[in-house]
């Protein structure tokens, strides 16, 4: 039985976690449960799931919540409720679905209590990789990928030889304006932006994978998770979305993994390594049905941000944390209206301009770097 800490229980893939783990409840069951402010979502969970801990953003959502919750529960709220639900002791395996560089604290508790980690939050590795990498290596603790790409390209490399890997590439489908081109990007509209051709997830990444800079985040994502450098790591637009992300090797054999667009599969693949569960809520690939994959190259004039990702990450150091808090920020700020979708790779590129790059920072310095960044981008906004 595998205990689970959950944290974003309420969001994309903390729903699709707790289906794998309501599918499975011989084999899991969910010790913590952390979310943010949605309530109403999360009382019927911790009604069925019965965690111990519960976490959840703020002492005014405490409560409210309190009084509907039954005793022999435990609620604590704010980042040190994340970190508690982290390490909470009754839990073995972690599972990291909040939204944004928040859940980097939580993250480097939960290695250093030792636990398992199933890491879907990519801005915990974009954010400040090089500090929960070593920590990793540190603690021996494993942090396997529930992001689809790099769940994809871990399957891939399972049984393989790791030192003849040549290139990773990663899939994108291009997003909701695949179709589109730049001019014609001037006054789309939240609506239009989270229309996503293939996946089902929320907010904050669907206007990523729009502007492409969630591939951006991916690359860096990638990079630190499996040690590769920025010259090894391609992007390729794939419509379908069925070819979840491919691995080339020394004598150029390429292993790929896929399957239809589900993120039940990289969830409950992290929670089963190195085994395979029966999903019965997936269906079975028929590629007669697909009739045809297609793929094209990324246009770098077209989708800057995944420019903008690759220096950042070239960069290292500080670089990569402003990228991702200016995009935190942007979009956030797109999606209240305030600013226009094309802006929110400007706000992210001046942000990077602005800064004078800090060379491999402490975690102190990361989080000062995040809060200097954000506000520069809101005064910017504002
Ligand atoms: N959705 C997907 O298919 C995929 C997502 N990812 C990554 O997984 C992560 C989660 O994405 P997704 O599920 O789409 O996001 P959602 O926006 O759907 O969910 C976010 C979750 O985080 C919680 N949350 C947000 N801010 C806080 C906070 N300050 N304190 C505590 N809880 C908070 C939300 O709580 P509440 O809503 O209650 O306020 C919610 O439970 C992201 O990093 C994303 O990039 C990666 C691959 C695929
Ligand atoms: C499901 C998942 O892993 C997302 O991060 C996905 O990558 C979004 O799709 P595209 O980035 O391919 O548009
Ligand atoms: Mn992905």
């Known amino acids: 039985m595998k205990k689970i800490s959950l944290l974003g229980a309420t969001g994309s893939v ?47 959502v405490a409560d409210k919540l309190k009084i509907q919750l039954d005793d022999g529960i435990r609620l604590v709220y704010g980042i040190e409720g994340m970190i508690e639900a982290a390490v909470f002791p009754e839990a073995d395996f972690f599972v990291n679905a909040v939204l944004g560089s928040v859940g ?44 689809s790409e790099h769940s994809a390209i871990f399957q891939s490399m399972q049984g393989q030889d790791r030192s003849a890997v040549s290139r990773l590439i990663l899939t994108a489908s291009g997003g ?44 860096i994502e990638a990079h630190w998770l499996f040690d590769m450098s920025y010259e090894k790591i391609d992007t390729v637009i794939h419509r379908e979305s069925i070819v979840h992300s491919l691995v080339e090797y020394a004598d150029h054999s390429v292993i790929a993994q896929l399957g239809l667009p589900s993120m039940l599969v990289p969830i409950q693949y992290a929670l089963t390594y190195p085994s395979r569960l029966k999903l019965s809520q997936t269906k079975p690939l028929n590629l007669w049905e697909i009739g045809s994959l297609h793929f094209q190259k990324v246009d770098m004039q077209r989708y800057p941000s995944v420019s903008l990702a690759y220096q950042a990450g070239k960069a290292g150091g500080s670089m990569p944390t402003v990228l991702n808090a200016a995009n935190e920020i942007a979009v956030q700020a797109f999606l209240q209206e305030k600013i226009a979708f094309l802006d929110i790779e400007r706000y992210v590129e001046r942000a990077l301009e602005q800064h004078q790059l800090i060379k491999a920072p402490d975690l102190e310095t990361i989080e000062a770097v995040d809060k200097e960044t954000r506000a520069f981008v809101m005064n910017q906004i504002n």
Do not use: C, Y
């Not at 084999?27 to 959840?56: C, M, Y």
């Not at 974009?126 to 529930?146: C, E, N, Q, W, Y």
């Not at 909701?176 to 293939?198: G, Q, Y």
């Open 14 to 60: 903390g729903i699709q976690t707790l289906k794998v783990v309501r599918e499975h409840t011989d084999q899991f069951s969910v010790a913590a449960l952390a979310f943010g402010k949605n309530i109403d979502t999360a009382l019927p969970l911790i009604h069925e799931f019965r965690p111990k801990l519960v976490s959840v953003k703020d002492k005014q």
């Open 104 to 147: 980097l604290e939580p993250t480097l508790a939960a290695i250093e209590a030792g636990k398992t980690i199933g890491l879907a939050n990519k801005e915990t590795l974009v954010t400040a990789g090089h500090l929960v990498m070593k920590r990793a290596a540190d603690f021996s603790v494993p942090i396997l990928p529930i992001d």
């Open 176 to 219: 909701s304006f695949r179709d589109k081109k730049r001019e014609d990007l001037v006054d789309v509209t939240i609506k239009d932006a989270l229309n996503h051709p293939n996946w089902s997830m929320g907010a904050k990444i669907t206007v990523d994978t729009a502007t492409m800079m969630n591939k951006g985040l991916e690359v």
